[in-house]
Each structure stands twice: as C-alpha cells, then as structure tokens.
C-alpha cells in the first residue's frame, strides 16, 4: 500500500514523508502493524508457548519475567526485536508493573490485550501438596498474591489507556480444578477461582469502554514446568476421564489466548473459557 502511495507522490513530498511523517509513526524502530499483547509469565512453560502462538499470528508481544531472563532473551531472538522484547517484573509489586507498562507502551506505542498467566511459587505435585489440615494462611496468601493481586496490579496499571481508546481485552488464566478438583490443590485452585469474580466485575464495570475481560481456564497441561514432577498416573486418570482421551496440552490453551486477543473476539467478554478436553462441562 504504502509503495503504491509514494508512486503518486513528487520527489519533495516523497522527501517529507520519510523526514516528518514516517518518524511520528514509528516508535523505536517499530510500526505499529497489528495488537500488542503483553503476556506476564512468559518467558518459559504455558507463557512462552502462548508467546509463539501470538507471534506466528502476527501479534506484537511483549514477554515478562522475573528470573528467567535467559529464556526471555532467547524468545526474543526467536522472533525479533522488531515484534517482541523482553521486561523484567515482579508482577506482586506495583511499582515494577507500572514500570512494565510504560516501557512496554513506549516500545510499541500502545498495549492492546494483557493475558495474567504468571504462576508463583507452585508445581503441580501430588506427592507434596500438603493436605488442608496441614495447610497456612500464608500458603494462600501466596497463590492469592501471585494470582490475584498480579492480576489487579497489571489490569489497573493498563486500563487508563484502554479507556482512553475505548477498547482493550483483558484474558486472565485460570483452571479447571475449581470445578472437578481431581488433585485437592486448595491454595492454587481458591486463588484461581477468585480470577472469575475479578473477570466479571471488570467485564460489567469496564464494557462501556470497549474493554472485553475473560477467563481461560485450562486443565493440567502436558507438560509445562509446573506441571513437570506431576505423575504419569495422574495424567492417565486424567486422559481416560475426558470424551477426548487426551490430557489438554499448552497449545491447546495458546490457540484460545489468540483467538480472545484478535478482532474476531470484540463481542465476547466476562465468560470463562474451559479447555480441557471436556472433562468438565458447563
């Protein structure tokens, strides 16, 4: 398109597009050729997966992480700094997620969709979850800090530009086990289940600025790094128990994330999305 355009145009105007009028359009490099979706979590396991997916589709992606910047910087490389870059944040602190936000805006212009998939201090292992007897408040605490309030933290720092444009998409991950906990992992689950009530109340406050919020809520997933020291029978009981005898895998999860972050989702908002192969049923 754009050559077509510079054909009709005299050597001076020509000169003047690329001197005054590219550059305002650019921001570091970049175009802003599609939506930017920033993915918490992202530089390993189900994140890193959805990253992939985002970005063969074309979506310009921004992956954060808290330690593991190794792997981040590889994503990068994988698929260029022109469509991603990598930011560090603990996404429990406010601070370092408003930080996150506006390098992440200064580099592409903008944040269309955020995707809350960051896992704190968790591993899918029933030989070691501890029964409820057993169990602290501060075991909760944790997974509500890492669930929630990364949630409320990444979701409030965003918005003002979401309703200055009067659009924006919201995704938060949750799960499966809040219905059919086939592993009583009650600290996980309870802080997952919260991510519906969070969802919906920013789904009914938030719509009349074109700002969508959903839930996508995952089986156990093989395999991710959470889900690494989770055993072979669990995902057989798993796997027999679904019409699809199939254990769900992360791009089961990333082609859903994709599907809610285009435009072809604008009309669906405060829903929870379950992909696990059927093995709950709404």
Do not use: C
Request: a positive charge.
């Amino acid at each position: 398109m754009w050559l077509f355009v510079l054909r009709k145009l005299s050597f001076g105007q020509v000169a003047y597009f690329f001197m005054q009028i590219l550059p305002k359009i650019k921001n570091k490099g970049v175009v802003k050729m599609t939506r930017t979706v920033l993915v918490t979590g992202s530089s390993r396991g189900l994140g890193a997966t959805i990253i992939r997916t985002l970005a063969q589709q074309g979506f310009q992606v921004i992956i954060n992480y808290y330690k593991s910047k190794d792997d981040a910087e590889k994503l990068v490389s994988e698929i260029g700094r022109e469509h991603s870059i990598a930011i560090r944040a603990d996404v429990t602190k406010r601070n370092e997620v408003d930080k996150l936000v506006k390098q992440a805006t200064e580099y592409f212009g903008q944040i269309d969709v955020v995707v809350n998939n960051a896992l704190v201090n968790f591993k899918f292992d029933p030989n070691e979850q501890k029964p409820f007897t057993e169990l602290t408040w501060d075991d909760y605490q944790s997974q509500l800090n890492g669930t929630l309030k990364a949630a409320f933290n990444v979701t409030q720092s965003v918005i003002p530009q979401f309703i200055e444009r009067k659009n924006g998409s919201i995704i938060s991950i949750g799960t499966n086990l809040y219905q059919n906990p086939v592993v009583p992992y009650h600290e996980y689950t309870t802080a997952k289940a919260g991510l519906i009530g969070f969802t919906r109340n920013i789904a009914s406050e938030l719509g009349q600025y074109g700002i969508k919020a959903n839930v996508v809520s995952g089986g156990l997933l093989k395999t991710t790094h959470a889900s690494a020291v989770t055993t072979p029978e669990v995902f057989e009981l798993i796997a027999e128990s679904t019409p699809l005898k199939k254990v769900t895998t992360p791009q089961d999860v990333a082609h859903m994330i994709a599907y809610l972050s285009s435009k072809n989702a604008n009309g669906i908002t405060g829903q929870n999305f379950t992909v696990d192969g059927g093995l709950t049923m709404n």
